[in-house]
């Protein structure tokens, strides 16, 4: 069977799981997207059989995952209508088709260089801002402590920013820098978390800055690995968070 074949059939199954889980009972709603999540490892593994190895290709397999998660919990966020959730199973499906693509450039560059590795890394870098953003609009959501929150936050955008910083070189090895690069990010998105808990924000606007901070943070990190971390370059991105800080601060309501 081809890896077309396999990609389209990894999102059809994938996608009609979502719609599975509209059938699901609440108590095991939590359970469902985990199993969703499983059965996404299992697909990707056996679509990118020929490209993945026991090294760090397996890192390919962050991004889909966390991608089922994203839309997983942020689907039973979403009012019981046919016509809100439809869009959201299309949506899912043709995300899981693009990271099918997306992480298959990834594996075959990690052994050759191919021309369409610049499109790969454009398309992997706005699904990554949008599973944060799917993933942080769930945890806000959650209304729970501002400690767990805050670590729920941090520990959920590593894993992004290990697979986002990897897809730039795709070592076999993880550098030290990659990794202290990931935590420090990791840590400012958890700090970025907690500020929110004194910022009167909504859900959506709280989410919308974390995932803009995840922009900041990712953006530079491949930056800095590409080799392209000029002035200009900080100063883009420096300048769409402090855009997106002005525009909260307008928006917040700071009365009692």
Do not use: H
């Not at 020929?50 to 890192?59: D, F, I, M, R």
């Not at 910083?165 to 030290?176: P, Q, T």
């Amino acid at each position: 069977m081809s890896k077309r074949k396999r990609f389209v059939i990894t999102s059809l199954v994938l996608s009609l799981g979502f719609l599975a889980m509209q059938f699901v009972s609440e108590q095991f709603r939590f359970l469902s997207i985990g199993i969703l999540g499983l059965l996404t490892v299992g697909l990707f593994i056996w679509s990118l059989k020929e490209g993945l190895g026991k090294n760090l290709t397996l890192l390919t397999l962050i991004l889909p995952t966390m991608f089922t998660l994203g839309v997983g919990f942020f689907w039973f966020l979403l009012p019981s209508s046919v016509f809100a959730r439809i869009p959201i199973v299309i949506f899912y499906g043709l995300g899981i088709y693009g990271l099918c693509l997306t992480s298959n450039i990834y594996t075959v560059s990690a052994i050759r260089t191919i021309a369409l590795l610049r499109a790969a890394r454009g398309v992997g870098f706005v699904l990554s801002l949008i599973t944060s953003f799917l993933i942080f609009d769930t945890i806000l959501s959650l209304k729970v402590d501002a400690w767990i929150s805050t670590l729920l936050a941090a520990f959920s955008s590593i894993p992004i920013f290990l697979q986002g910083l990897w897809s730039i070189n795709l070592e076999e090895k993880l550098g030290k820098e990659a990794v202290l690069m990931t935590l420090v990010s990791g840590l400012v998105i958890g700090e970025v978390s907690l500020s929110l808990f004194f910022w009167p924000v909504t859900v959506v606007v709280g989410s919308l800055f974390l995932t803009v901070a995840v922009y900041v943070l990712l953006g530079l990190g491949q930056a800095k690995f590409e080799g392209r971390l000029f002035v200009t370059t900080i100063r883009e991105y420096l300048t769409v968070g402090l855009l997106v800080l002005f525009g909260m601060l307008i928006a917040t309501r700071w009365g009692a």
